[in-house]
């Protein structure tokens, strides 16, 4: 009876100073919280038990674990280990390539959504007294009802963000970015009208003009042949020069538009401080109303030829992503450029100019069967062609003789 009551009094005190010892952890938790990341939440929450339903959430080891004396059991010296637990490391997240993440939307979570934000709010009323003003379609897209879910409200108000509504489309703009798609390999890079707005002070310089040459220390490492002659350094492979040459030419048209951009700016900053002395004035000069449509007019024709440069760039781009794939396949050089110089379609990379180049195949190879069956080939042999030969003349002979 003595004994027993000497081990209950004992386990009560061991319980007595573990209960304690969380009560002291969770009051250092409180007061240096620790940011729990969702991954890591289920490994935060360990749960302690001492005979009542009382837990504690504890992070990382909130105290040293105390040592283990031998009048204590091995359940209390396990449950202190596991009160002062190592800390999980969180676990990365790896996202290939072709995904994408809205970081901005994550990091900034108490900024208004797009749809609701002012700016947007201000940007949809102007683009549409404009699009009523040039009369441009503008059709309203059609509303994805989602099925109702029993985990809905029943009684207060859905949360739901505003619908965002797509800008409209130009279809004046569209007509200049294109021009360049019907033959995207064949197109010139420089025209005189772009050139006109692009021609900015230190083109080059600010790497606007072409892409950058490899240097000559690295060519004649990797390429002793292309750095010993006088020209410009190139890939030694054909295709890795057509590939060069289309990633050179998109990098010149991106710059020309680049370039197109710093023209358009200074025109609209102009027009927006002349708009700014006519109400500030609060009159309009006849001289001051003619400088603002003058700018306004070249500001417009500096868009166009940058929406020219844009397409460009998209043309070559097109262009190496089809000669990449053709890569692949024993084709013939002559097939090969008519499907790389095919109009662009955004249905598909090669649009229909496969369909098109089978369909040549199969009837040249329809007609050549036709012409086998219906007008066959004579084949001479090569002993016949020998005895069709004429013999020799003796006054050939002779000469034969005297040349020798």
């Not at 000559?216 to 492979?237: C, G, I, R, V």
């Not at 003619?290 to 460009?312: F, P």
Request: aromatic letters at 6%; one cysteine or more.
């Amino acid at each position: 009876m003595h004994r027993q009551l000497s081990r209950e009094l004992s386990v009560y005190t061991v319980n007595s100073s573990l209960s304690e010892c969380c009560d002291r952890a969770g009051r250092s938790s409180r007061r240096a919280p620790r940011r729990v990341f969702p991954a890591d939440r289920e490994a935060a929450f360990v749960g302690i038990t001492d005979g009542s339903d009382r837990g504690g959430e504890t992070g990382p080891a909130l105290s040293l674990p105390l040592p283990v004396r031998p009048s204590v059991s091995p359940l209390v010296a396990e449950a202190r280990a596991a009160v002062s637990s190592p800390r999980r490391e969180t676990p990365t997240l790896n996202i290939s390539s072709s995904e994408e993440v809205d970081v901005v939307s994550v990091e900034t979570g108490d900024e208004d959504p797009p749809s609701s934000s002012p700016a947007c709010e201000e940007l949809l009323e102007v683009v549409t007294r404009a699009v009523d003003k040039l009369k441009i379609d503008w059709p309203a897209e059609r509303s994805d009802n989602k099925p109702k879910s029993k985990l809905d409200e029943r009684f207060l108000p859905a949360r739901s963000l505003p619908q965002r509504r797509g800008l409209p489309f130009f279809p004046d703009l569209h007509t200049e970015v294109s021009r360049s798609w019907n033959r995207p390999v064949q197109y010139r890079v420089y025209s005189p009208q772009t050139s006109t707005y692009s021609n900015i002070m230190g083109l080059k310089h600010h790497g606007y003009g072409a892409m950058p040459q490899v240097e000559e220390t690295l060519t004649s490492y990797l390429s002793p042949e292309s750095a010993s002659s006088l020209k410009t350094p190139t890939l030694p492979p054909k295709p890795l020069k057509t590939t060069s040459g289309l990633v050179g030419k998109a990098y010149s048209a991106a710059g020309q538009a680049a370039a197109c951009l710093h023209t358009m700016s200074i025109l609209q900053a102009y027009q927006a401080d002349l708009l700014g002395e006519i109400d500030d004035s609060g009159e309009a000069m006849f001289e001051t109303v003619q400088e603002l449509r003058k700018a306004t007019d070249l500001a417009l024709r500096a868009t166009k030829e940058t929406a020219k440069s844009i397409g460009r760039s998209m043309a070559a781009l097109v262009a190496m992503e089809r000669h990449l794939w053709l890569n692949l396949s024993d084709i013939k050089e002559r097939d090969k450029n008519v499907l790389m110089d095919a109009p662009l379609s955004p249905v598909g990379l090669f649009g229909d100019a496969v369909s098109s180049v089978v369909d040549r195949f199969q009837e040249t190879r329809k007609q050549s069967a036709a012409f086998q069956r219906f007008l066959p080939r004579r084949i001479h042999p090569p002993e016949a062609a020998e005895r069709e030969q004429p013999r020799p003349t003796a006054i050939q002979i002779t000469r034969q003789k005297s040349a020798i």
